[in-house]
């Protein structure tokens, strides 16, 4: 079950840039930047009141992150959710017949196990879920 939207993905070129102009625009700074090598990113977290705006720039030109720059631009790359029980979630949303991007969770940014769904499953967007690691 999905519990509450933990996150908005935004890829950006340039981090230090978007940084300062998400910090000008929210009044304060992000509370934690992240290097995801994993996935090639590097990224910042804002917290706005229970939910976050994380800002993804690509650290490799063959990332996702650097493809989706490529072909849509800069702006909202993903809506991640809060879920409790990743595994559970994932087999539910399979049973539904969503396709996932990867078959098991990995590790991704702010201490969390994460999981996408593909988005032609979900009117073009690319969902996240996500699940604190304990």
């Known amino acids: 079950m999905m519990l509450k939207i933990e996150h908005i993905g935004i890829a950006v070129k340039n981090l230090e840039t978007s940084n300062a102009l998400f910090s000008q625009?929210?009044?304060?700074?992000?509370?934690?930047?992240?290097?995801?090598?994993?996935e090639n990113v590097s990224t910042s977290f804002f917290m706005m009141g229970e939910s976050k705006i994380e800002?993804?720039?690509?650290?490799?030109?063959?990332?996702?992150?650097?493809?989706?720059?490529?072909?849509?631009?800069?702006?909202?790359?993903?809506?991640?959710?809060?879920?409790?029980?990743?595994?559970?979630?994932?087999?539910?949303?399979?049973?539904?017949?969503?396709?996932?991007?990867?078959?098991?969770?990995?590790?991704?940014?702010?201490?969390?196990?994460?999981?996408?769904l593909h988005p032609k499953d979900s009117n073009g967007v690319l969902i996240e879920l996500c699940q604190e690691i304990k």
Do not use: T, W
């Open 55 to 116: 800002l993804l720039e690509a650290s490799d030109p063959n990332s996702a992150i650097a493809k989706f720059i490529e072909k849509k631009g800069e702006g909202i790359h993903h809506i991640a959710f809060e879920v409790a029980d990743i595994y559970a979630e994932m087999k539910r949303l399979q049973n539904e017949g969503f396709k996932l991007l990867n078959e098991q969770p990995k590790k991704g940014a702010d201490n969390k196990m994460i999981c996408f």
């Open 25 to 38: 625009l929210f009044g304060k700074g992000p509370y934690k930047l992240e290097k995801v090598e994993s």
